[in-house]
Structures are given as C-alpha cells and as structure tokens.
C-alpha cells in the first residue's frame, strides 16, 4: 500500500465570525463578474423608470435591481423554482454577491419575492432591459445593422389538458374535483369551441403534422446575422398565423431607413408575407416552399444572389437561441399565464442569453 502523506484532520466548522465579503470570495475571471458590469449598467439606465414606478411614501419593498438579478440567476443557472431560487441565495455567496446581499443580510421569502416581481411584470421593463442590452451590443460592434433572420417556436403554456373543456360548459360532474378522470376519445376539440380554464389565452396548437396537440403560445425572435444575437422578441397567442404576424411587427421596429434582408423558414414563403416585408423595404430571404400551392413567392431574382445562399445558412443560428431558452431559461413550458407575462419572461430570458452571449464573444482571444 503506497502511503501519500499526512492524514488531513476532519475539524467541524465553528468560526462564529468572518471577514472576508461576497465580492473577496468571487475569483476575479469569473464569468458572472462581466455579466454582472453589464447588468449594472443597464439597471442604472433604467434607475428613473424604476423611480416613476413606487411611491415615495409607504413600507419599503424589495430594490428592482435585487430583482431583476435574481431572476437573472434563476435562468442562467436553470433553477425551477423561486423556492429553490431563495434557498440558493440563502448559502450561496456567489449568488448573494451577484444580486448585491451582503453575507450576513436575510433572504426574502419566495412569496415575498413573487409578489413583488409581479409589479416588474405589470410594466414594460422586460422590453427596455432587453433593447439596453442590445445598444450595449451594438456599440461594441457586435451587432448587423443590415441582416436579420425571424422564427418562432410554440412555449408549451401552464396549463394541462384537462383544463381545456368546452366554452359552453356542457360536461357531466367530475369523479374527483382535484383530479378528475377525463377521457378525449372521439371527442372534436378545437380552439373556437374550447378554452383552458387555467389560461384562456393559451392556444391549442402542435409543431408540426403528426404531433401532439398543446396548449402554447408563439415566442417570436428577430435575430442579426452577425453573432446571433436577439434584437427582438414577441410572444402571440398560437394561432397559425403568429410567426408571421410577429415578424413583421418585429421588422417594422428596425431603425434606420437603410433596406435590410431578412432570412426565414419555409413558413414564411408567403404572398402576403413577401409583399409586406418589400413594403417594409425589407428584402425576404426566405426559404423557398416550392410544394405550396401557386409555386413559391420568392422568384429566381431573388435567389440566385450569392447573399440569399448565405442568408440561408445564417438562419439556422436561431436555433441556438431557441435551444439556450428552451434548456437552460427553462422556457419550454413557461410558468406565468397571459399573453403579457408570458411575453414579459420571454423577452427577459432573451436579454439572459445576450448576456451570456456578448460575455462569451468578449472572452474569445483574437487570433494573432
């Protein structure tokens, strides 16, 4: 038996004080520390917003910019739940310095921190952190001006299938009102004679033919062809027709007047969709759907330009995003129910994956 030294002692913990902060204990290149400077940058920006929403009298509630970082925390490190959420925080110091606790400072409790995340959730803050985080991208260069790819994806809503009954509320008592046995054998379900009891604005739809039905909504990205980054973000309720009424509302919020192009899927290979993207002096560069009836909108014109084939292989980038918000935002089955909070969280984990994104572009050493 080879012996490799001294046996280490296993002393218990019992130092009742010490002296060394949450920010002496994050190491210096630690990842959430350029995270972090960017975040604050933007939560100082927003500092007035914040200001116009509480009163200046009355209890004092939780800081917005304790809250907004910690649900940045929730998404990058994919915790499920703001229970879980405040019980890291609560022996994390890494976490406590990321949302700016002090080590000996209480944790909230998670209903305490719900309730007042909803007041954030009842403003249009999501989308102002998310466009500070872009101008921040684009004044490193990190951005296209010019190029964009659109496409959407379903958000499986919170909602089961059992809560989707008839509108006329025609149904025979349940067996067990907590959880009641529900057979939709040879039953014709659709979105114009049933709605979701738990949330009304969720839409029965399913990803494509031969797929389960679910209720969802529509998340919608515009992305620049440069890095992949969001620029843009839009949740519309699932009913066939979002991922294009999204991307134009999308496009028509580009600045500048200069014309752009902008990428997308087979869905997208439409008369209308082409004809308002070219009022927009946007030029599609879509996919072309040539088993549509009528034959493809987009003419050889438009694709024998070098520029479409290249747009056609920057699209895919998209889903990366969908991917980073799916898996680790945990937006694959989003937990707030309405269009408006849906559309609320979304955009915010979108600013998360920017963050993560410009930290990572930053990161990488250029070649010599």
Not at 252 to 268: A, C, H, L, N, S
Request: hydrophobic share 40%; with cysteine; aromatic share 8%.
């Amino acid at each position: 038996m080879v012996r490799e030294g001294i046996r280490g002692d296993d002393q218990q913990q019992n130092h009742m004080f010490s002296y060394l902060s949450p920010e002496m204990r994050v190491r210096k290149d630690h990842p959430l520390r350029a995270i972090r400077a960017m975040v604050d940058e933007v939560l100082t920006q927003l500092s007035r917003r914040f200001d116009a929403m509480y009163a200046r009298v009355g209890r004092p509630s939780i800081a917005p910019e304790k809250l907004l970082r910690a649900q940045l925390l929730q998404m990058l490190y994919s915790i499920r739940s703001e229970r879980l959420l405040m019980e890291e925080m609560d022996y994390n110091l890494l976490f406590r310095w990321f949302v700016g606790l002090n080590a000996d400072d209480d944790v909230w409790d998670a209903t305490v921190f719900t309730k007042n995340r909803d007041r954030l959730l009842e403003a249009d803050i999501a989308t102002e952190f998310l466009a500070r985080v872009v101008e921040q991208a684009r004044a490193k260069g990190l951005t296209s001006d010019e190029h964009f790819t659109v496409d959407g994806t379903l958000l499986e809503a919170w909602a089961s299938a059992k809560s989707f009954q008839p509108k006329d509320g025609k149904q025979s008592p349940p067996d067990d009102p907590g959880n009641p046995t529900v057979n939709f054998r040879g039953e014709q379900r659709s979105n114009e004679t049933h709605a979701s009891k738990s949330d009304s604005e969720a839409l029965l739809a399913r990803k494509s033919q031969g797929k389960e039905s679910k209720l969802s909504y529509s998340g919608n990205l515009l992305v620049e062809n440069r890095n992949g980054l969001i620029v843009d973000a839009e949740v519309f309720q699932a009913n066939g027709t979002a991922e294009r009424d999204a991307a134009l509302v999308m496009l028509e919020q580009i600045r500048g007047t200069k014309p752009v192009t902008v990428g997308g899927d087979k869905g997208f290979d439409t008369r209308g969709f082409v004809a308002e993207c070219r009022n927009l002096r946007v030029t599609p560069h879509v996919a072309q759907n040539h088993a549509r009836p009528g034959g493809s909108a987009i003419d050889g014109r438009t694709a024998r330009h070098p520029g479409y084939a290249i747009r056609q292989r920057k699209r895919k980038r998209i889903e990366e995003c969908f991917g980073w918000l799916k898996t680790i935002a945990l937006m694959r089955k989003v937990r707030h129910r309405g269009v408006c909070k849906v559309d609320w969280i979304f955009t915010f984990a979108c600013a998360a994956y920017n963050l993560v994104r410009m930290r990572n572009l930053a990161a990488v050493v250029p070649a010599v």
